[in-house]
């Protein structure tokens, strides 16, 4: 019996932050209109669902991610009634919309927030973390932010410090108070009953803290002069006990609804996100696998970490990968100009859900930007460290043309971060007729990907070459084509004898889009920083 999948398993999500993406309205900011005329593009490249960075009322101190009011729509980016036109051009399209839930925080423009630091004893004062200072008058306890500093600010009206990892304009929820996740599954049903298809959920693992605030304790293996952060080992706020009940709750609500998908972002070792599937795969559909952005750019470095990933899914987990966001500095520039179509091809083959972050489809790089133009908080409050840890480089404006501002916004307008310097050259337009561009490279991988049962459903097998810069494995499933793909992580020309898994077979699609034809398998000739995508023509007799 054919198995069912959901579009969630077969399609890939591109993520857009939409700052960056199209501006309508000549303010210099992208915008939900934007989006909208670009939605034929969107569905020429084979994409299934579009996730959308926050786009909720917000002071934009953290740029969205510190949420004023989680059922309305920022007037920077339009209307609701704009939101409604999207989304109904999205389904028409037969594309699906995953917006971006921020639950572990909010603005400190919030009117609960608001509410909670007016006084000790207002209603809403233990919706959030709130304590006394330490004997000597400092912090409650040796908690980080991630974006430097005490993860504590003081309020002079009340007398007490509240908790933000983030920004110190993003205070967070107290999840152990019994009304805050009733009102957090509130703003998601909102969504859920407008059509939306799913949330994105942010920081998803650190939503629930040590009751006890307990100090953190120094790494034993840490080392002096790396970012104080990085020093502590994060147990007391990070994946602490209470959080899958969290999940599981929000699962349901998910699962009440038709055909929706609930993703989690979760930066941990791979075993403990694991967890995040739940017991019975009741939790997330999707906890986000960033172990492609985080591994070495090395042939069995990469190997390895997704040989390890399949292993140690749980039963009926559903596998992803994650090559880019808006928090990591582009692919193309990660692995080099000469390894994107490799990485792309790695992405969009192997088994699972494949997210792409806007641009990566033309190979955009990180945009160069001079630390006044930067606006991230983790690059403006720690200048010193700016260029490593400012996200700003791999926002810049999409780049669909080769008129000045790309054709993002309008040519005399000045968009709210740089354009990237290559955009003459690096746009849609220029790369949607040309076969050999990244652009026709990406589409023919999507078209093949989604015609493909092996690419879409299939199994992951990997295969043995002996050599350093290699990896390759073979996609397959029931009644369908076999592929073989193989990856040539390094500069230097190979030969490989790989008869042993097709006597025969044909180049579907070459990362340099002008080899094609019939294949040897015994002597398999691969150049230096190619992948090839091979469609078996013969199979190796089992007798």
């Known amino acids: 019996m054919t198995k069912n999948y959901a579009w969630w398993q077969t399609g890939i999500v591109y993520q857009i932050y939409p700052r960056s993406y199209q501006d309508s309205n000549g303010d210099g900011i992208g915008d939900l209109a934007g989006i909208a005329t670009r939605l034929d593009y969107l569905k ?13 009322p917000s002071p934009m101190h953290d740029f969205g991610y510190d949420v004023a009011d989680y059922i309305a729509i920022n007037p920077l980016f339009g209307t609701m009634a704009d939101f409604d036109h999207l989304l109904a051009e999205l389904h028409q399209r037969d594309l699906k919309l995953i917006l971006d839930l921020v639950p572990n925080h909010t603005s400190d423009e919030h009117a609960w927030f608001l509410e909670s630091r007016s006084s000790r004893d207002n209603p809403k004062r233990d919706w959030y973390i709130w304590r006394d200072p330490a004997p000597d008058g400092g912090p409650p306890n040796n908690w980080l932010s991630f974006f430097g500093g005490p993860a504590w600010t003081f309020d002079e009206t009340t007398g007490q410090y509240y908790l933000h990892q983030f920004d110190v304009h993003q205070p967070e929820l107290n999840y152990r108070h019994p009304d805050v996740f009733p009102a957090t599954l509130d703003n998601m049903r909102f969504w859920l009953d407008k059509g939306v298809d799913g949330f994105r959920v942010d920081v998803i693992w650190l939503m629930i803290k040590d009751e006890a605030l307990r100090d953190e304790p ?7 002069g790396t970012p104080l952060f990085s020093q502590f080992d994060h147990i007391y706020t990070q994946d602490v006990e209470g959080i899958h ?6 699962r349901r609500l998910i699962d009440s609804y038709s055909d929706r998908v609930l993703i989690g972002e979760i930066y941990l070792p791979m075993q403990r996100q694991m967890n995040y599937f739940g017991q019975n795969n009741d939790e997330c559909h999707i906890p986000y696998n960033f172990e492609l952005i985080l591994s070495p750019w090395q042939a069995q470095a990469v190997r390895t970490l997704v040989d390890t990933y399949e292993a140690a899914l749980p039963d009926g987990a559903w596998p992803n990968w994650v090559l880019g966001n808006h928090d990591q500095h ?29 641009g990566e489809e033309i190979g955009m790089q990180d945009g160069q930007i001079p630390l006044d133009k930067m606006h991230d908080p983790p690059a403006v409050n720690q200048p010193e460290l700016a260029h490593e840890v400012g996200r700003d480089f791999e926002r810049t404006p999409m780049q669909w043309d080769a008129t000045p501002n790309a054709g993002f916004t309008d040519p005399d307008v000045e968009p709210w971060l740089p354009v990237a310097a290559d955009y003459v050259t690096r746009n849609v337009e220029a790369q949607n007729t040309d076969p050999t561009s990244m652009l026709s490279f990406y589409r023919a991988l999507t078209d093949l990907r989604r015609a493909e049962p092996s690419l879409h459903v299939g199994d992951y097998i990997a295969i043995d070459t002996n050599l350093d810069d290699i990896f390759a494995y073979v996609r397959s499933a029931p009644d369908a084509d076999t592929f073989i793909i193989v990856l040539n992580f390094g500069p230097n020309a190979h030969t490989l004898d790989l008869s042993h898994i097709a006597v025969g077979a044909t180049i579907a699609i070459a990362t340099d889009r002008v080899r094609d034809g019939l294949i040897d398998m015994s002597s398999l000739e691969i150049n230096g920083n190619e992948g090839l995508l091979l469609r078996a023509s013969t199979l190796p007799s089992n007798e």
């Not at 120094?218 to 002096?224: A, G």
């Not at 080099?336 to 969009?348: C, E, F, I, K, P």
């Open 330 to 358: 582009r692919v193309a520039t990660r692995v080099g100009a000469a390894q994107d179509r490799v990485a792309n091809m790695l992405l969009l083959t192997l088994r699972g859900t494949p997210t792409t972050y806007y």
């Open 245 to 250: 009940d969290l999940i599981r709750e929000m």
């Open 44 to 56: 020429s490249i084979n994409i299934d669902a579009v996730w959308l960075s926050p786009i909720y």
């Open 218 to 224: 120094l790494k034993p293996d840490y080392i002096e």
